[in-house]
């Protein structure tokens, strides 16, 4: 069974950096994105950025945009969140999100989606 592994969270000062990945381990399916969601105590769960697996297009929220960047290495089916110029507002469990096609059979896939279990960042001010 798929899994998906996040690691690189921790406790940094405010105008630091941090580096967050989210791996697949066990077997993998074809990854069409990898998306970043992130989610406060008593706050909803909210979206960070997301990147196309085959194009490389990126998307980024509004309140990260300039800061983070999230990068793909296709041959470890691994993403990367590189986070710059951390804010305490930033503070929250990360989740990775993955989506993508399973083959069920020789001519027939099926839609996957898996969440990681998180790692957290804490931005002190």
């Known amino acids: 069974q798929v899994q998906l592994v996040e690691s690189g969270g921790g406790l940094v000062q405010a105008g630091g950096s941090l580096r967050l990945s989210c791996a697949a381990s066990g077997r993998t399916f074809s990854i069409s994105g990898i998306n970043w969601f992130r989610q406060a105590p008593g706050k909803e769960r909210e979206f960070v950025a997301a990147i196309n697996w085959r194009t490389g297009s990126t998307s980024y929220a509004l309140s990260v945009k300039g800061r983070f960047t999230i990068s793909r290495d296709n041959a470890k089916n691994t993403v990367y969140l590189q986070m710059n110029s951390l804010k305490p507002e930033d503070t929250a469990v990360y989740y990775c999100?993955?989506?993508?096609?399973?083959?069920?059979?020789?001519?027939?896939?099926?839609?996957?989606?898996?969440w990681g279990q998180g790692t957290l960042v804490t931005v002190s001010s």
């Open positions: 999100h993955a989506e993508g096609l399973e083959a069920v059979t020789a001519n027939t896939d099926r839609y996957l989606e898996l």
